[in-house]
């Protein structure tokens, strides 16, 4: 009965001294933490925005007259000429108007024929004393109009023609084709768009930038122009026209910026665009990730001891935020390792450990600093 009581004392005393031991290697743990280093305060704000290379000119194509498109001959990117053959409708119905107008331009010109005949009838019969010149003014007056009828008959002739012409929708400019609208078999109406065209020339790249910024971009200001596709191209654009107005969604405005002609430049890339604007007062920049918000909602932002590697809460004053991160004018120093992830885990004086770089690089600015800190 004595060693069935004394078995499970041992037991909780084994699991408790556990517990302890666990506890006090959690309370010992040190936690590894990711840092920047706060960089010179600076005034000039750096602005970077992406954009899409794309045509000076684009134009969407279309028929001037309703129709089926029976045949579209070209496809997204393909290069046409002025003049080439893009696509057709069904010109059957035009064909048939013309007919008709020759038709009608036949019988017009036959009245003309038969009203200059009477018209000459009626001169020589004036001449002559036998008729009236009543007569002879309704012969002119029914000439005149035959002749109107004519010339109308002939313009009649001329726009079915040209309708039969538009049947055939041809490049107006050299460009390539970079979008297409409409099919073979689909029935459009006149001015309905079939492709886009982005005219040969120049190439420019469109960003569109928030109202915070747009007055960093005036028209005629120098930027750099950068591709995706190769970091190490770089170009000097020029701002050709700013927006008036935002867009209405995204509330931003849209900047257009011209290239250098160059080969390697291809529409649809993605392009960056790189600036720099004069701020009113010196700023520190800190990612977003390092704001946090300390007492009465105080935003502060978590340092570290290079010295005994120690995290401390520091107020700062956010002065601006940006794409980049955030712009504090006052509270921090250049050199403070502050710490840009994790800041809901930090507490007062908790112990960390910074990067292998970073801790060689604190060590050796603390060894410069420690014979002075002895002497003291």
């Not at 004519?150 to 040209?162: G, T, V, Y």
């Amino acid at each position: 009965m004595i060693r069935k009581t004394v078995f499970p004392l041992l037991l909780v005393a084994v699991l408790s001294a556990c517990q302890e031991k666990k506890a006090e290697v959690q309370k010992d743990e040190v936690r590894p933490v990711k840092v920047v280093e706060v960089a010179p305060a600076t005034s000039v704000r750096k602005l970077e925005y992406s954009g899409t290379v794309r045509a000076r000119s684009e134009t969407a194509a279309g028929f001037r007259v309703s129709g089926k498109i029976v045949e579209r001959k070209v496809d997204v990117g393909d290069h046409v000429k002025a003049g080439d053959l893009m696509a057709r409708i069904d010109a059957t119905d035009y064909e048939l108007f013309v007919k008709s107008a020759e038709a009608e331009l036949g019988a017009a010109e036959r009245q003309v024929e038969t009203a200059d005949f009477a018209l000459k009838r009626a001169q020589q019969l004036y001449d002559k004393k036998w008729v009236a010149k009543a007569g002879l003014e309704q012969a002119q007056l029914s000439y005149n109009q035959a002749v109107a009828n004519r010339d109308a008959s002939r313009a009649q002739l001329d726009q079915a023609k040209n309708q039969v012409g538009y049947s055939e929708l041809r490049a107006d400019l050299p460009g390539i084709i970079s979008a297409v609208h409409a099919e073979a078999g689909q029935v459009v109406s006149a001015g309905s768009p079939v492709v886009t065209i982005a005219a040969d020339g120049e190439k420019e790249v469109a960003i569109a930038v928030p109202e915070t910024d747009v007055l960093s971009f005036k028209p005629g200001k120098r930027v750099e122009v950068g591709l995706w596709s190769n970091k190490d191209l770089k170009f000097n654009g020029r701002v050709r026209e700013v927006s008036g107005s935002a867009d209405p969604v995204s509330r931003t405005f849209a900047v257009r910026i011209s290239l250098p002609a160059d080969d390697r430049v291809l529409l649809g890339m993605t392009a960056f665009v790189n600036t720099s604007e004069k701020a009113g007062e010196d700023f520190y920049a800190v990612p977003l990730a390092a704001l946090a918000r300390g007492d009465k909602d105080k935003s502060i932002v978590w340092t570290v001891n290079p010295i005994d590697e120690t995290v401390h809460a520091r107020a700062v004053t956010v002065s601006e935020f940006s794409g980049d991160g955030v712009r504090v004018s006052d509270g921090l120093k250049t050199g403070d390792l502050v710490i840009s992830a994790g800041t809901q885990f930090m507490t007062e004086n908790l112990k960390v450990k910074l990067p292998d770089g970073v801790a060689k690089h604190t060590a050796l600015a603390a060894g410069d600093t420690a014979p002075s800190s002895l002497t003291r």
